[in-house]
């Protein structure tokens, strides 16, 4: 199975986090390559699509962990449509290592990833892509108010360095975290990503 780039170092960092406290360490390697079978050795448990996956323990998880479900050769770049048991089996991978996602889409397949989330435990953040399309930024949103009905988030993250990179105007990017903040319940988080110098250029976000 290919994985993204990010997770061999990503969990080799856990590992070496925890391998001092664990009896058996492992290596990011056997995590990501994890023998099918219905029994698991010590130290391992089974996931829902088969695999032995190392159980960390609460005590080495991290707080939690950009996710994106897409392998070798997909990308929303190119419109791939992700199903929800591809989202199912790259979540199982880091289920045990984090406490919690994010994400940065809700079209494509993606919304499914909230609910698979809950289901296995994880907190979430819903991310929105905004870009320079405001028809495909409606429908990003408009997706996003779908699943906000059926599925409780943590943070509702609403563009990523979308002024950064020019693709909105601050104008642009209050409206629709207006439009957000309207359609979901009150104790939900709202925000948007943005590199640190945005913020300072743009101190109206913060209110």
Not at 60 to 84: D, H, M, R
């Amino acid at each position: 199975m290919k994985h993204p780039s990010f997770l061999v170092p990503l969990l080799g960092l856990l590992v070496g986090a925890c391998s001092a406290r664990t009896p058996n360490p492992v290596d990011a390697a056997s995590i990501l390559g994890g023998q099918a079978g219905s029994v698991c050795p010590a130290g391992r448990k089974l996931a829902g699509s088969g695999a032995c996956i190392v159980d960390f323990g609460a005590q080495c998880k991290l707080e939690g962990v950009a996710f994106s479900p897409y392998t070798q050769g997909q990308s929303p770049l190119t419109n791939t449509v992700v199903s929800a048991v591809q989202i199912q089996k790259r979540l199982e991978l880091v289920a045990d290592a984090t406490r919690g996602i994010r994400t940065y889409s809700t079209q494509s397949g993606l919304a499914a990833t909230c609910r698979i989330a809950r289901e296995l435990g994880l907190g979430f953040d819903q991310g929105i892509w905004l870009g320079t399309d405001p028809v495909a930024n409606d429908k990003e949103i408009s997706a996003f108010v779908e699943i906000a009905r059926t599925c409780q988030m943590d943070f509702v993250i609403v563009g990523n360095e979308a002024l950064w990179r020019k693709d909105l105007t601050l104008s642009d990017l209050v409206a629709s975290i207006a439009r957000v903040r309207n359609a979901v319940p009150a104790g939900v988080r709202i925000t948007t990503a943005e590199v640190w110098k945005t913020w300072l250029d743009y101190p109206a976000l913060v209110d």
